[in-house]
Structure formats: C-alpha cells, structure tokens
C-alpha cells in the first residue's frame, strides 16, 4: 500500500518520535532506551491439519517494560512481519503512558489468514502459539497479558486463557494472562465494542473545544457530520454504529476489502454490517452507489475520515488528495509519517492512534483489575442491603486496595460503584473519564506551546514524558 519511497511502518514511528523528543530535554542515553524495541521473539512451529504439516510464524515484541506487565495485542493477518509487530509494540508503550494505564507496551502477531480455517483448526493453531509463549512467560499474568485486535476476537482470547490455565493450574491469577475474554470466562462488560466507544468519546472530547475545532475549520456538533469510515470491523463497527446513532452523524461511506458503498444521506450501519457478515462483503448492498476501488472514497469529501483498518492507507500517494477536515485513526498507523508531513501542511487536524484506539486497552486495564480483585464489579449497593455484614465491608476494603489507580483514572467510578451501578455503567464511564482526561492532557500541549503544531506530536511529547519520569524513578 505505501510506496517504496516512505519508511517502513516502525520507521515511522520512529519519525514521529524522533519530531516529539527534538522538542524535548532528555539526556540522549534514555531517549534511545525509551525508543528501541526490547526485545522480538519470533516462533515457528508445525500443526498437523488436514493430514498434514503446516508451519507457522508468529511473534511477540515487548518494546518498553519500564512498566509490567506489558500489554498489547495479538493480530492475525497474513502479512504480519517482525517491524510491523515492533511499530506496533512502540505504539503501545506511547499509548499506555498516554491514558494512564499502567503498562509497558507489547504487541503479537500470527501470519496467518484466519479466514482459510475452520474454527477447530484455529483453535488448535491459537493454542499451540500461546503455548509457545506461555512457556517463554510471553503470556503471564504479572508479566505480558495480550488481548484482541485485527484478525482475533474474545473467541481466540478465551482459548488462550484455557491455555494458560491448563498449563499453570496452581496459578489462581491465571485468568488474568489476556484480556478481551467473554464475560463468561472473565471478561468485561463493556470490552467488545470498548475501543469504537473510545473513538466516540474522543471525538466528543474534540467536539466540546472550539478552540481546537476552528484549527479544523469545524463548527458545530457531530449531529449531520459526513463520516467515511474504512474497514467495519470492530473498532470501526461500534465507531460509526455509535456515532450515527447516539450523536446523528451521517456515515456517508463504508470503505470494505471489496469496494466501498456510499451514500449522502447516510448509511444504515447496522444493516450494512449484516450484510457484511452475511455477504462477506459490501458489494450488493442495496440503496448505495457502490466503488470498486474503495481506497479512492478515502479522498472523497466529508467532515471526518475514521481509517479503522491497515496501516499506512493514508501517504505521500494520496495524503494530498484526502477533503477530510478532521482524521480520526482508530486503526493503528494509518498514516506514514509522509502522508501525516502532506496533511499537516495542508492543516487537516489529527487525532493520532496512541490516543483515539486507546479504549481498548483501558478497558482492558478494568478486566485486568477485576480478575485480580477476584471481585465481581458493579451492584455493591443492592448486596450490601441483602447482605448487610462484614464480608461486603472487608470487599469493599480489598477493592479499595486494588483499584486504587483505577478509582484515580475515574472521579466518577468510586462514587458510582458505591451507589450501585453496574458492571456496563462503570466501565463506560471510567473510559469516558480516561478518554477526556487523555485528550486535555495532550491538547493542553497543542495549545500552549508553538512549536507543537499537531495533536500527534502533542500526544508523544506527553507519552514519552511519562515514560522517561518512570525509567527515572526505577534509576536507570
Ligand atoms: N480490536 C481492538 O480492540 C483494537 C484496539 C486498538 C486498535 N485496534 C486497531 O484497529 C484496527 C482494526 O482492528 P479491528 O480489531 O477492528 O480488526 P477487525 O479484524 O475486527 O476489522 C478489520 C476490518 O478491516 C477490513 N479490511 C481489511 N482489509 C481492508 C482493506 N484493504 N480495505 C478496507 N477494509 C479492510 C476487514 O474486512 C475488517 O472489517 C487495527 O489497526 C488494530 O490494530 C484494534
């Protein structure tokens, strides 16, 4: 997709890093600690399937482990590579520390193309790569806990899981080794659709500041907005269900594998992805004009773009053809570090990955938390008038100790949880806390200095701030 003049996906990030620490004052020594990839262990091993030997590259790359356990997570795709994982595993480093979530950053990849197995075939190919990080403490509780992303599902999650349980039976902790599971299997309310509700609470968050909308020549709320949306997937599916549902933004394009469907007056999300899922593509669907090269409705006119898919859709080739006023990437590394130079002259405003499809991660912080606490979230109140006796007072005493830096991430969480809400209402708006909590802290540094010009740069700076204040406090 990107041309051979750009840098790889990791030497992006590198760029985009190297533009935030230039503005900075650290000593040159942790400058580079905190930018290279720790370390990339990369496996390959054999599943017997249909009657025979097939073998398989996975990876997982732990960037930055000034925090632990590491997180990030597992991708299945079938051109996943080692400096796609690094730029990935760089990412969640800078994302982590951004939203105040406290770990380091990790990622994970299978090249594979899951839509070539039956479902038994991968599970047996998810259990046997979890297997050989398991044994590597690649996927540990206390240590490196993966979670979903392109190509995987809390399906894939909860095999993992049963992974590490049947292989660390003593370990009553296990069920924290990934996060993203099913709420049957220690998962969370809230989790699935987490990180398309992060994107709409960040773009809320952008909507409530003027100041920051008139560098997008916006005005206005989202209600009527045109959105073009690429790839209805997870994060883009809950993105534009919840955007033109609760907030009246018109989703004027859906941008799929096989074309792109469009429509002015808007797009019925809901329908569409069930046409998806039936179709296995957006061709056909009824009531839109449909273009085959769906790449090119990336240029077309809209108040938004939301690239919620690949990498580098957006670069020196097209990034000056893009009308958006505003990009959103809740995919990760949408944009090369030549389209972001294109864009940013041309003053389209972006709200850069670290931060917008951060609410996967927060949420899967909440997850991490429970299944640590060993206490079931939400409805205290209604027990404690049933119960009425200590246990609810030592629970809430043992919750108070491990949700400590949850409880700060959220001013609204403490207060709700005591009143009785449940699992849904405390997640939701303890991501809506940490969303508007990150994007004032980022845009706090885009308004007051002038040589941040972006909200990108803006987010590293703070990012890696953080970053820097925690390998300094471990005394390296
Ligand atoms: N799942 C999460 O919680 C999460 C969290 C943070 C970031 N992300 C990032 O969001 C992006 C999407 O992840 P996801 O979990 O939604 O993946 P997904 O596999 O659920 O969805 C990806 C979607 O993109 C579509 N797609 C693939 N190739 C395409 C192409 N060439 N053109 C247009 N559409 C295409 C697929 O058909 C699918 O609908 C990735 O960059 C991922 O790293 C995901």
């Known amino acids: 997709m990107t041309s051979m003049a750009e840098p ?50 996975g990876y997982r790359s732990v960037h930055s482990e000034h ?80 979670a979903p992303d392109m190509g995987t599902s809390e399906r894939e999650m909860a095999w993992i899981s049963d992974q590490y349980a049947r292989m660390n039976t003593t370990d009553i902790n296990a069920r924290a080794c990934v996060t993203g599971k099913p709420l049957n299997a220690g998962g969370i309310a809230g989790r699935v659709e987490a990180t398309g509700r992060g994107v709409q609470f960040a773009l809320r968050e952008f909507f409530r500041h003027p100041e920051d909308m008139k560098k997008a020549g916006l005005h206005g709320t989202l209600e ?92 020196i080739e097209n990034a000056a053809q893009i009308k958006a006023a505003l990009i959103i990437e809740a995919a990760n590394g949408p944009i090369t570090a030549g389209g972001d130079q294109i864009l940013r002259e041309k003053g389209v405003v972006i709200i850069p990955d670290l931060y917008a499809n951060a609410g996967g991660v927060t949420v899967s912080y909440f997850e991490w938390v429970k299944n640590l606490s060993h206490i079931r979230f939400g409805r205290l109140q209604r027990r404690q008038e049933e119960a009425r006796h200590q246990l609810v007072v030592d629970e809430l005493e043992r919750l108070d100790r491990y949700l400590g830096d949850a409880w700060s991430m959220s001013p609204g969480f403490k207060e709700k949880y005591l009143r009785g809400a449940d699992e849904l209402e405390l997640v939701r708006s303890g991501l809506d806390d940490t969303m508007r909590t990150a994007y004032q802290s980022m845009a706090e540094v885009w308004r007051a200095r002038d040589d941040v010009t972006d909200l990108r740069t803006a987010g590293f700076i703070v990012a890696i701030e953080r970053v820097a204040q925690s390998y300094r406090a471990k005394g390296i």
């Open 224 to 315: 009527g907005k045109r959105v073009i949306v690429q790839g209805l997937g997870n994060v883009g599916y809950h993105a534009a269900k919840f955007l033109s549902e609760e907030d009246g933004a018109l989703i004027t394009a859906v941008i799929e594998r096989d074309g792109a469907v469009v429509n002015p007056k808007g797009l019925p999300v809901e329908e569409v992805h069930n046409w998806i899922a039936r179709h296995g593509g957006v061709s056909g669907f009824p009531d839109a004009t449909h273009v085959a090269d769906g790449a090119k409705v990336l240029e077309e006119e809209c108040d938004i773009l939301i690239p919620a898919a690949l990498e580098g859709v957006i670069n």
């Open 8 to 57: 790889s996906f990791r030497e992006s990030v590198d760029l985009m890093f190297n533009r935030a620490v230039a503005l900075m004052d650290l000593p040159p020594g942790l400058e580079e600690k905190i930018r290279v990839c720790n370390a990339t262990y990369t496996v390959r091993f054999g599943v017997r399937l249909r009657g025979q030997v097939h073998t398989f590259t």
């Open 67 to 146: 925090m632990e356990p590491v997180k990030g997570g597992i991708r299945f795709a079938a051109n996943v590579h080692q400096d796609e994982v690094e730029a990935l595993a760089a990412l969640m480093t800078y994302k982590c520390a951004l939203v105040e979530t406290p770990f380091g950053g990790s990622k994970g990849g299978l090249r594979i193309d899951p839509r070539q197995y039956e479902e038994h075939e991968l599970e047996q190919i998810t259990r046997r790569f979890a297997y050989e990080l398991i044994k590597r403490d690649l996927i540990n509780p206390a240590q490196n806990v993966p």
